[in-house]
């Protein structure tokens, strides 16, 4: 059977209903922490977006921006920052590159984060540092006195820390965001943290003073193109270099500024340019379908907190020899995120295996990571560990 065949339903989760395009009921998708299925009512998002640009034709642009303002919604829910001011962007890449292009550099030179960032920040930092500028790495294990190392690390040369809210490969949450936040703003230090890996699946407050990067490809189901940069309100003067048309939107009409480009204020200074608004419809009508289930991050994060212990009593109970796969005994579960990471010398072998049998799942590095989603019922769960131990069982 490969990996896209249709399988038995076994006791499908009644969710499962609002997502037969996917054919999550179906399909062993363990894929949920990096890209997880979208609902059906996506495709009147996407139908929507075609018909306003069909019928408007570029006086669509007032109902994008209405679109758009219910993303930035959806993200303020689940940020719990009800008056947050957001900026929208392709990716986090677009947005990170903002971010940075608008700190001193010169005066502050210095950047400090973990050896342990997704790729986004891992790659623009190494880049940014073969041209010269002071990237400091820290081990982020021990995870529990990372705050700590991070604030110490950063001097009065220290332009921003930058840090995961949960690390990408192995899940562990990382503590003392807040507490770091508020440090780093008496030192003058801008903070960012990826929430990509928590929003929408594991608990996470805003710190205040903190920019907040993320998006909705992995956990929220909103596809591709909708990713969200927080602005922080004392930044709100802060003139980035790397800049689109759209940051001065709100100062078109005002005489020009000779040799001083305008910008808006706030997250709208920070805005890019031009860009297809189809993402936004779909993703504002796969916020509204969650409310519609009543899927609250509340509701979220109990169910992936059920569904990864599931995941792990299961592979706990194979019994298969720890330098084969194994997982962290050490740290209680609900100190990581929402799926579950096994180590293992094997990982890409084990992962390809998987697919082999229909069993969807990723590996980093020595990880292999078994990433469950709300429309996945626990028979689903232990079905697919246990093609996991009988690919372990057949070497």
Request: charged residues 25%; glycine residues 8%.
């Given at each position: 059977m490969t990996a896209v065949e249709a399988r038995p339903e076994a006791a499908a989760n009644p969710l499962a209903a609002h997502y037969t395009r996917f054919r999550v009921a179906e399909r062993l998708l363990l894929t949920g922490h990096s890209h997880q299925a979208w609902p059906?009512?996506?495709?009147?998002?996407?139908?929507?977006?075609?018909?306003?640009?069909?019928?408007?034709?570029?006086?669509?642009?007032?109902?994008?921006?209405?679109?758009?303002?219910?993303?930035?919604?959806?993200?303020?829910?689940?940020?719990?920052?009800?008056?947050?001011?957001?900026?929208?962007?392709?990716?986090?890449?677009?947005?990170?590159?903002?971010?940075?292009?608008?700190?001193?550099l010169r005066a502050r030179p210095r950047l400090v984060t973990t050896?342990?960032?997704?790729?986004?920040?891992?790659?623009?930092?190494?880049?940014?540092?073969?041209?010269?500028?002071?990237?400091?790495?820290?081990?982020?294990?021990?995870?529990?006195?990372?705050?700590?190392?991070?604030?110490?690390?950063?001097?009065?040369?220290?332009?921003?820390?930058?840090?995961?809210?949960?690390?990408?490969?192995?899940?562990?949450?990382?503590?003392?965001l807040d507490a770091l936040a508020e440090a780093c703003a008496v030192r003058g230090t801008e903070l960012l943290v990826d929430a990509y890996h928590a929003?929408?699946?594991?608990?996470?407050?805003?710190?205040?003073?903190?920019?907040?990067?993320?998006?909705?490809?992995?956990?929220?189901?909103?596809?591709e193109g909708n990713c969200f940069l927080r602005v922080p309100e004392h930044a709100h003067a802060l003139r980035p270099v790397i800049t689109g048309w759209f940051a001065e939107f709100g100062e078109l009409a005002d005489p020009p500024r000779p040799g001083q480009v305008a910008y808006s204020r706030g997250a709208a200074a920070f805005a890019g340019s031009t860009y297809d608004p189809t993402s936004h419809y779909r993703a504002a009508r796969v916020f509204r379908f969650f409310a519609e289930q009543g899927l609250t991050r509340e509701v979220l994060r109990a169910s992936y907190r059920s569904q990864v212990d599931l995941l792990a009593a299961a592979f706990d109970a194979l019994s298969v020899p720890d330098d084969l796969v194994t997982r962290d005994l050490d740290t209680p579960l609900d100190r990581f995120g929402a799926f579950l990471a096994l180590r293992s010398p094997h990982a890409p072998e084990l992962q390809q295996a998987l697919a082999r049998r229909g069993v969807l799942a990723d590996s980093r590095g020595p990880w292999l990571r078994l990433g469950p989603a709300p429309y996945l019922s626990d028979a689903q769960l232990q079905e697919a560990v246990g093609v996991l131990g009988s690919v372990v069982q057949e070497g």
């Open positions: 059906d009512v996506a495709l009147e998002g996407q139908i929507a977006a075609f018909e306003d640009a069909a019928l408007h034709v570029d006086e669509k642009w007032e109902r994008a921006f209405a679109h758009a303002e219910l993303v930035r919604d959806g993200f303020r829910r689940l940020l719990g920052d009800p008056h947050g001011e957001l900026v929208l962007g392709a990716s986090t890449h677009d947005l990170v590159l903002r971010f940075l292009s608008a700190l001193d050896d342990a960032e997704f790729h986004t920040l891992r790659r623009q930092l190494a880049r940014l540092a073969e041209e010269g500028l002071e990237v400091v790495r820290l081990t982020a294990r021990p995870v529990d006195t990372l705050a700590e190392r991070l604030f110490a690390a950063a001097d009065d040369r220290t332009a921003a820390v930058l840090v995961s809210a949960v690390l990408f490969e192995d899940a562990r949450i990382v503590p003392g929003l929408g699946a594991t608990p996470f407050a805003t710190p205040r003073t903190a920019w907040v990067v993320g998006g909705g490809y992995k956990y929220l189901q909103l596809g």
